[in-house]
């Protein structure tokens, strides 16, 4: 399907883009024609604190200036509202028109969203961090709230009443004294071109008030999800446009030396680029770009790194770099003093891939010092700045257009194939696609970082966290904080995140709920540990040693849905407990598992979930079920295994993402908490998999697994190495 | 060496004059403009280029165009009948068995192929039959639930 033909339109109120109707940014608003427009300017900072850009964003955009999110209401009454989050298939295409439909009272059939269009939407940071609801929606509802109260007194004037007399159904402002007296949002807006600019005032509605935020409602773009009609950055096409496939190095840290492109001669229509750091191959077809980018006769030098997915960790370990104090507190040597049973382990985590299932894709057309770019990416506003900087012209001369999505994770915050387009576009003078091979894909994905976390801990005489000094390497700060009422302990974070420039054999970068995993999975091992070594119940022992009122609630309501008969572990049962907190959120996890010959199954799990206000309940399980199911790669079998800089693992069929047959039977909770503001979901949802299969894991088998993932051959490894110690 | 090439597609006569050789993904997703089919790893692991050939679920991916010389090929667009979604369609709106949607036309299709051949499955059965398609934003379990739902609807029964 062609930009700009009817078969991009889609029925469930979101926006087509189309290549025929660019606008021109400075008229940005004054195209939209007729209607009332309603501008809400956030804090400057927002959404600046968790970055997860590869490369941050240093300018903000002049135009439109100042607001962040913005709505339209069309002569006909239609609302269009205009975000730069995009849609990653975790939701907000229902939450956010879910959220406007209330605070503006309006149907929710009677919006659309226009998203991640950098001419169209305002500015955006970029959507991760579980922040769309958590933080744009607060903003969002209170625009909405305010574009209401706009309304109100338009209607005031036109129906000569006082405001205190109107109210409000379905888009139409009611005389409460005299019912047949009335207007509707789009008579309001006729005729007009209203521009109100307001600093937000968050005043949206309460909880008492609600009628459709809390209320499960389906996804609004599954209609086009399930006939083909949804359109993916490698969908667009632009008349005169090339595929490209470009020379990849064998591994990372390896240089080009020599090329050869003889072969190349001869075949009909392809377009060889060659830049000393970037060889392409172009074609209209691109499985014939495909067939002739072997034909290349390449040689690299070597890469210069010695490290694989054995030594990584000694690499991770031996690291000197500046620590940094997360918390601590009390007195560590007392608490060693009084430590009556010492506790030490160092847990493992390796690198990971997002793997999600559509590659990164773009398509650039770049015309003289203007481009524009289809882009999968979870930040739009990021892609613009890196093609304007490799391209050289101004930022607001590139226009990123963001269509679905097709899974994100955070893989997609890196901008490279967007850039890659963008600069064959350059070279060729013709629209170019850039989508990337699965074996591309694994080659430059910024993996999840490998990680080390060292803790320290003991026991006082009556059983109790004596003391706990806990050391994360490279895994982040994220949810490294113990949690539980410990009076000596500390806290110490190294490398976090990313690790300096080029300590990784290979890029690295985010990936959902970025080292909270790694983090959940090394200090619930560790507290399941210490409760085995106490002799109490795990669920018992976390009670025991909590003071905080959101987590006893989640690990309470997971005992009682589950049905917990207390016991020490090892039970044999084959059952484990782990709680954690994230993004705003509280969680809590039980979990059966079954192990044969070092095979983990999982039979069933139990997810309670506590994250504030619920905007959408169906889209709120969905995630916790996502983020559940997608969590069992990261524990039973994800890893990149590499060499030398050469990434061994290439595809799936060797890299093992979580399938049908794996997916234990699950029940989520979410725990109502409404009037609490809304917290994370999409990410919480992931971080106590791997922490809860091993705890269930040591259940069943008195085994304590130290690294993710725990595949069969670590099991194995773990059951002998008890075998001979006992 | 270009050929012709004709088969049936999505209820209508193609006749394209293409390589042979080629992949019949990309000849759909380009020459033929049929974007619905996804490509997702190129080498039959994650079901994404599914489509069906003459009834049966068949990699796109990995078949030259040429085989479907004479056959009746069917994509995601082709489904749903004079606007009338197709059963397993609905059932994945009424199960919001998608997230990112990267992943739905190919498992639509096996389970198309899937429920043709075992038309009152049963939960392991469905599981087994849908095994060797990925979702990665992990909506497994729905996907099972409203294969389920469809084959009851597809049996003209209606499941509580």
Same mark, same amino acid.
């Given at each position: 399907?062609?930009?700009?033909?009817?078969?991009?339109?889609?029925?469930?109120?979101?926006?087509?883009?189309?290549?025929?109707?660019?606008?021109?940014?400075?008229?940005?608003?004054?195209?939209?024609?007729?209607?009332?427009?309603?501008?809400?300017?956030?804090?400057?900072?927002?959404?600046?604190?968790?970055?997860?850009?590869?490369?941050?964003?240093?300018?903000?955009?002049?135009?439109?200036?100042?607001?962040?999110?913005?709505?339209?209401?069309?002569?006909?009454?239609?609302?269009?509202?205009?975000?730069?989050?995009?849609?990653?298939?975790?939701?907000?295409?229902?939450?956010?028109?879910?959220?406007?439909?209330?605070?503006?009272?309006?149907?929710?059939?009677?919006?659309?969203?226009?998203?991640?269009?950098?001419?169209?939407?305002?500015?955006?940071?970029?959507?991760?961090?579980?922040?769309?609801?958590?933080?744009?929606?607060?903003?969002?509802?209170?625009?909405?709230?305010?574009?209401?109260?706009?309304?109100?007194?338009?209607?005031?004037?036109?129906?000569?009443?006082?405001?205190?007399?109107?109210?409000?159904?379905?888009?139409?402002?009611?005389?409460?004294?005299?019912?047949?007296?009335?207007?509707?949002?789009?008579?309001?807006?006729?005729?007009?071109?209203?521009?109100?600019?307001?600093?937000?005032?968050?005043?949206?509605?309460?909880?008492?008030?609600?009628?459709?935020?809390?209320?499960?409602? %389906?996804?609004?773009?599954?209609?086009?999800?399930?006939?083909?009609?949804?359109?993916?950055?490698?969908?667009?096409?632009?008349?005169?446009?090339?595929?490209?496939?470009?020379?990849?190095?064998?591994?990372?840290?390896?240089?080009?030396?020599?090329?050869?492109?003889?072969?190349?001669?001869?075949?009909?229509?392809? /377009?060889?680029?060659?830049?000393?750091?970037?060889?392409?191959?172009?074609?209209?077809?691109?499985?014939?770009?495909?067939?002739?980018?072997?034909?290349?006769?390449?040689?690299?030098?070597?890469?210069?790194?010695?490290?694989?997915?054995?030594?990584?960790?000694?690499?991770?370990?031996?690291?000197?770099?500046?620590?940094?104090?997360?918390?601590?507190?009390?007195?560590?040597?007392?608490?060693?003093?009084?430590?009556?049973?010492?506790?030490?382990?160092?847990?493992?985590?390796?690198? /990971?891939?997002?793997?999600?299932?559509?590659?990164?894709?773009?398509?650039?057309?770049?015309?003289?010092?203007?481009?524009?770019?289809?882009?999968?990416?979870?930040?739009?506003?990021?892609?613009?700045?890196?093609?304007?900087?490799?391209?050289?012209?101004?930022?607001?001369?590139?226009?990123?257009?963001?269509?679905?999505?097709?899974?994100?994770?955070?893989?997609?915050?890196?901008?490279?194939?967007?850039?890659?387009?963008?600069?064959?576009?350059?070279?060729?003078?013709?629209?170019?696609?850039?989508?990337?091979?699965?074996?591309?894909?694994?080659?430059?994905?910024?993996?999840?970082?490998?990680?080390?976390?060292?803790?320290?801990?003991?026991?006082?005489?009556?059983?109790?966290?004596?003391?706990?000094?806990?050391?994360?390497?490279?895994?982040?700060?994220?949810?490294?904080?113990?949690?539980?009422?410990?009076?000596?302990?500390?806290?110490?974070?190294?490398?976090?995140?990313?690790?300096?420039?080029?300590?990784?054999?290979?890029?690295?970068?985010?990936?959902?709920?970025?080292?909270?995993?790694?983090?959940?999975?090394?200090?619930?091992?560790?507290?399941?540990?210490?409760?085995? %070594?106490?002799?109490?119940?795990?669920?018992?022992?976390?009670?025991?040693?909590?003071?905080?009122?959101?987590?006893?609630?989640?690990?309470?309501?997971?005992?009682?849905?589950?049905?917990?008969?207390?016991?020490?572990?090892?039970?044999?049962?084959?059952?484990?407990?782990?709680?954690?907190?994230?993004?705003?959120?509280?969680?809590?996890?039980?979990?059966?598992?079954?192990?044969?010959?070092?095979?983990?199954?999982?039979?069933?799990?139990?997810?309670?979930?506590?994250?504030?206000?619920?905007?959408?309940?169906?889209?709120?399980?969905?995630?916790?079920?996502?983020?559940?199911?997608?969590?069992?790669?990261?524990?039973?079998?994800?890893?990149?295994?590499?060499?030398?800089?050469?990434?061994?693992?290439?595809?799936?069929?060797?890299?093992?993402?979580?399938?049908?047959?794996? /997916?234990?039977?699950?029940?989520?909770?979410?725990?109502?908490?409404?009037?609490?503001?809304?917290?994370?979901?999409?990410?919480?949802?992931?971080?106590?998999?791997?922490?809860?299969?091993?705890?269930?894991?040591?259940?069943?088998?008195?085994?304590?697994?130290?690294?993710?993932?725990?595949?069969?051959?670590?099991?194995?490894?773990?059951?002998?190495?008890?075998?001979?110690?006992? | 060496?270009?050929?012709?090439?004709?088969?049936?597609?999505?209820?209508?006569?193609?006749?394209?004059?293409?390589?042979?050789?080629?992949?019949?993904?990309?000849?759909?997703?380009?020459?033929?403009?049929?974007?619905?089919?996804?490509?997702?790893?190129?080498?039959?692991?994650?079901?994404?280029?599914?489509?069906?050939?003459?009834?049966?679920?068949?990699?796109?991916?990995?078949?030259?165009?040429?085989?479907?010389?004479?056959?009746?090929?069917?994509?995601?667009?082709?489904?749903?009948?004079?606007?009338?979604?197709?059963?397993?369609?609905?059932?994945?709106?009424?199960?919001?068995?998608?997230?990112?949607?990267?992943?739905?036309?190919?498992?639509?299709?096996?389970?198309?192929?899937?429920?043709?051949?075992?038309?009152?499955?049963?939960?392991?059965?469905? /599981?087994?039959?849908?095994?060797?398609?990925?979702?990665?934003?992990?909506?497994?379990?729905?996907?099972?639930?409203?294969?389920?739902?469809?084959?009851?609807?597809?049996?003209?029964?209606? %499941?509580?």
């Amino acid at each position: 399907m062609s930009a700009g033909n009817d078969q991009v339109q889609s029925s469930q109120g979101v926006q087509p883009w189309t290549a025929d109707a660019l606008p021109s940014r400075r008229d940005f608003i004054r195209r939209l024609g007729a209607g009332l427009v309603v501008c809400a300017v956030l804090r400057p900072a927002f959404g600046a604190e968790e970055s997860e850009a590869a490369h941050p964003v240093t300018v903000r955009p002049n135009e439109p200036a100042g607001f962040n999110a913005f709505l339209r209401i069309g002569e006909d009454g239609h609302v269009t509202c205009f975000t730069g989050k995009i849609e990653m298939g975790q939701g907000p295409v229902t939450s956010l028109p879910q959220m406007l439909a209330e605070d503006l009272d309006v149907s929710i059939d009677d919006i659309s969203m226009v998203m991640g269009d950098t001419d169209l939407c305002p500015f955006d940071m970029g959507t991760w961090g579980s922040m769309t609801t958590r933080f744009f929606g607060t903003v969002w509802r209170a625009a909405a709230a305010e574009a209401r109260a706009v309304l109100l007194e338009l209607a005031s004037e036109r129906l000569k009443v006082p405001v205190s007399q109107l109210t409000v159904q379905q888009g139409v402002v009611i005389d409460s004294k005299d019912p047949s007296r009335r207007v509707t949002y789009g008579q309001l807006a006729q005729g007009r071109r209203i521009e109100r600019h307001i600093a937000v005032k968050p005043s949206p509605k309460g909880p008492a008030q609600f009628r459709i935020i809390g209320k499960p409602l %389906l996804r609004r773009d599954s209609r086009d999800k399930v006939t083909g009609k949804a359109v993916y950055a490698g969908d667009v096409r632009l008349p005169g446009m090339l595929y490209a496939r470009i020379l990849r190095n064998p591994a990372h840290g390896a240089t080009l030396r020599s090329i050869d492109a003889a072969a190349l001669k001869g075949i009909e229509g392809i /377009v060889l680029v060659q830049q000393p750091d970037l060889v392409a191959v172009l074609h209209e077809l691109p499985d014939i770009a495909d067939d002739t980018i072997s034909k290349l006769r390449a040689e690299f030098d070597p890469s210069p790194s010695r490290l694989d997915d054995r030594t990584i960790y000694a690499h991770l370990e031996q690291a000197s770099l500046e620590p940094k104090i997360v918390a601590q507190g009390g007195d560590l040597q007392e608490g060693r003093r009084l430590a009556v049973k010492r506790l030490d382990a160092t847990y493992l985590g390796s690198y /990971v891939a997002h793997a999600a299932m559509e590659t990164h894709a773009a398509l650039a057309h770049v015309e003289g010092d203007r481009a524009t770019v289809w882009a999968s990416t979870q930040n739009p506003f990021g892609a613009r700045e890196e093609i304007a900087r490799a391209l050289g012209v101004p930022i607001p001369n590139v226009r990123v257009i963001t269509p679905f999505v097709g899974g994100g994770f955070g893989g997609k915050s890196f901008n490279l194939q967007a850039v890659e387009a963008a600069r064959l576009s350059k070279a060729t003078g013709r629209p170019v696609q850039v989508m990337w091979t699965r074996e591309e894909e694994f080659f430059n994905d910024t993996f999840r970082p490998a990680s080390v976390i060292k803790i320290q801990s003991g026991l006082d005489d009556a059983g109790r966290i004596a003391f706990w000094d806990y050391e994360v390497r490279f895994a982040g700060d994220r949810a490294s904080e113990h949690l539980y009422d410990i009076p000596n302990h500390r806290t110490t974070s190294i490398g976090g995140f990313q690790g300096p420039a080029g300590f990784h054999p290979f890029p690295v970068g985010a990936w959902r709920a970025p080292g909270s995993s790694n983090n959940a999975f090394a200090r619930e091992s560790h507290v399941d540990q210490l409760a085995s %070594l106490a002799g109490v119940d795990p669920v018992e022992f976390r009670l025991r040693q909590n003071k905080d009122a959101r987590l006893a609630r989640v690990l309470r309501a997971a005992a009682d849905h589950w049905g917990w008969q207390p016991a020490k572990g090892p039970s044999g049962r084959g059952l484990g407990v782990a709680c954690g907190a994230d993004a705003g959120s509280y969680v809590a996890a039980i979990a059966e598992v079954e192990v044969k010959e070092g095979r983990i199954a999982v039979k069933r799990v139990l997810w309670v979930q506590e994250m504030g206000l619920v905007i959408n309940p169906a889209g709120a399980k969905i995630q916790v079920e996502g983020g559940i199911t997608m969590g069992l790669g990261y524990a039973l079998s994800e890893e990149i295994h590499f060499k030398d800089g050469a990434i061994h693992d290439t595809n799936f069929d060797s890299y093992s993402i979580p399938r049908f047959s794996w /997916v234990p039977k699950i029940e989520t909770v979410i725990l109502e908490a409404d009037d609490a503001p809304p917290y994370g979901g999409g990410e919480p949802a992931i971080i106590l998999t791997g922490a809860v299969i091993a705890n269930a894991v040591h259940d069943a088998l008195g085994v304590r697994m130290l690294e993710i993932p725990m595949s069969p051959a670590r099991v194995r490894a773990a059951i002998a190495a008890k075998g001979t110690a006992a | 060496m270009p050929d012709t090439v004709s088969f049936r597609l999505n209820g209508k006569p193609v006749q394209i004059s293409v390589a042979p050789s080629r992949t019949l993904l990309w000849v759909l997703r380009t020459d033929l403009g049929l974007t619905g089919t996804k490509y997702g790893c190129g080498i039959v692991q994650c079901g994404a280029c599914t489509v069906l050939v003459d009834h049966r679920a068949v990699r796109s991916c990995s078949v030259d165009v040429q085989s479907v010389h004479g056959a009746e090929v069917v994509t995601i667009e082709g489904l749903a009948q004079d606007g009338r979604l197709h059963p397993i369609q609905e059932a994945f709106i009424a199960h919001d068995a998608l997230q990112c949607g990267f992943c739905t036309s190919g498992m639509i299709l096996t389970a198309y192929d899937f429920l043709r051949r075992h038309p009152n499955p049963t939960r392991e059965e469905v /599981v087994d039959g849908m095994d060797d398609n990925l979702c990665r934003c992990g909506a497994h379990v729905r996907i099972v639930d409203a294969v389920l739902e469809a084959a009851a609807a597809i049996r003209g029964e209606k %499941l509580s």
